[in-house]
């Protein structure tokens, strides 16, 4: 073992101190490290246990904080924008199709839906973009309004559909878009403007590519 890694042991040691002028000295023995492979003062304790090292996920205000310009330059190269667009317009047609034909089955208007939709459009742009810059977050946020805002929508065509029983296909083909926007705010309630708001934050919230501390590592190398 050369002197670079008895330092190194002996700074894994509980038994150190720190010396002004000699730097860390063992508190057992007042001296630095002098031994060959292994300390002969040191008693590993088989009963504590190292602990693994979490992989935590970086928030994403705080990317550009630990990332140097270089490490964001190199991010930026791999963000596609037009792909998480199309990811996110995708899931959040999906997800509107079954708000309405959820809606219409329960006749009740489930709030977790608009989780699902706002959580499912955020992580399809993730996946799509692997975008950092904040326009993905927005993006991802107005495309989940705008998801609850036509299953909305689906759910009225898919009651009148029943009522006049007609195919809804038809009734949204037939339907006169000269009435959308009123039709929209008579039957606009508080609980929707809550729906939307939760779907515009999952929507955000997701929308970033997910960056860790062995990312972070890496990319500065």
Partial sequence: ?????????????????????????????????????????????????????VNEPIAQEDVALQLSEQAIGKLRLEQNFSKAVLFGVVVGVVGAMLWGLVTVITNYQIGYMAIAIGAGVGVAMRIGGRGIDPIFGFTGAAIAVLSCFI????????????????????????????????????????MDLLFYGIAGYEGYKFSFRTITEEDVEALEK
């Fill in 1 to 53: 073992m050369n002197r670079k890694e008895q330092l190194v042991f002996c700074k894994k040691c509980t038994n150190r101190q720190m010396d002004a002028q000699q730097g860390f000295i063992c508190s057992l023995t007042g001296e630095k490290a002098s031994f060959e492979m292994e300390c002969p003062d040191f008693n590993l304790d088989e009963s504590v246990k190292e602990v693994p090292r």
């Fill in 151 to 190: 299953g909305n929508f689906l759910s009225i065509i898919g009651f009148f559909a029943n009522e006049e029983s007609m195919g809804y296909i038809e009734t949204l083909l037939q339907f006169d878009y000269a009435y959308f926007f009123p039709l929209m705010q008579e039957t606009f309630s508080g």
